[in-house]
């Protein structure tokens, strides 16, 4: 489909009122406040935008909210879930609605074959009609799509364009890279290997969860030189942000950062432990320390005006 994605998009968080109601007022500001920070677009939708929590007449909303923000061919859209006609559906609605691609998870809670995987992209991809990255997330799907099924399944010109892949390995990007660099497109989807994508050259990409929160932080890590003198510091503080995270499930520890710098209350679909409250503490004074070091790099507002330009 001729269809590429390249540079640094960031995942949407689905803010919610605590009655479970889309916020749309954080939704709007959230989005303006990424894009104004250099995002080369957004992603509604997927595991960041808890997308399985998502009520059915919640997707047209927040295609609508996201796509007036963005504009035509500026955000992407995850059409993962449970029933093959609703993704195909909702894989629909985004295109029409200016989608630049969708992402395609593996199916949920049963365990399928990889023939399986192939017969179920092939079906959405059909009947789709638009072009698709598959989003390899075996965290939270009941399989991987491995190297072999990449390779089978991904093509320039077909409607498979590519992967975002958040397994934590490089494996797949690595195997597309080698038989045509300059084709699919290769993204990397879990900020843990962002660095070591561009390092090695098998990355045209990140879709990023720590964009949600800190996107000055990615698009840095993103677009700056590796040679810069600062690179090496910058990739420390992802670093160090990603091993508080670990605690929490996702996105928990993100919202509770985009909370804390001032982008809006984002809500909580589950409801807390009261075991979480030392962990949301730890996470809150370690922020406090954080910041001013991220600061002189990424020429950060002060903590507590972080967020008022939303």
Request: glycine share 10%; aromatic share 8%.
């Amino acid at each position: 489909m001729n269809v590429q994605v390249r540079g640094v998009h960031a995942a949407l968080f689905t803010p919610r009122r605590p009655d479970g109601a889309l916020n749309l007022e954080v939704l709007r500001s959230h989005a303006g406040f990424l894009l104004n920070s250099g995002m080369d677009g957004l992603v509604i939708n997927g595991a960041t935008g808890e997308y399985l929590h998502s009520r059915e007449d919640d997707f047209p909303v927040l295609l609508d909210t996201v796509s007036s923000i963005a504009g035509s061919g500026r955000f992407m859209v995850g059409i993962g879930g449970t029933d093959v006609q609703r993704s195909i559906e909702n894989g629909r609605l985004a295109i029409e609605a200016g989608a630049k691609a969708l992402l395609l998870p593996a199916p949920h809670f049963f365990r399928y074959s990889q023939d399986d995987l192939i017969a179920y992209v092939q079906q959405i991809a059909h009947g789709v009609g638009g072009p698709i990255l598959l989003y390899n997330l075996p965290q939270f799907t009941n399989n991987t799509y491995e190297p072999a099924t990449v390779l089978n399944l991904v093509s320039a010109n077909g409607p498979v364009i590519g992967i975002k892949d958040s397994s934590g390995s490089l494996e797949s990007l690595r195997v597309l890279t080698k038989r045509d660099p300059n084709g699919a497109s290769r993204i990397v989807g879990n900020d843990q290997v962002l660095v070591q994508g561009r390092q090695e050259g098998v990355s045209d990409g990140v879709i990023s969860g720590v964009a949600a929160a800190m996107p000055e932080l990615i698009r840095y890590l993103t677009y700056t030189s590796l040679d810069d003198p600062n690179y090496p510091l910058a990739a420390s503080l992802l670093n160090e942000l990603i091993e508080q995270l670990g605690p929490f499930p996702v996105p928990w520890g993100l919202k509770l950062i985009a909370e804390r710098r001032g982008l809006g209350s984002m809500g909580f679909v589950i409801p807390f432990a009261s075991a979480r409250t030392a962990q949301v503490d730890t996470l809150t004074a370690w922020l406090e320390e954080w910041w001013p070091r991220a600061t002189d790099i990424l020429q950060l507002q002060p903590l507590e005006a972080a967020g008022q330009a939303v």
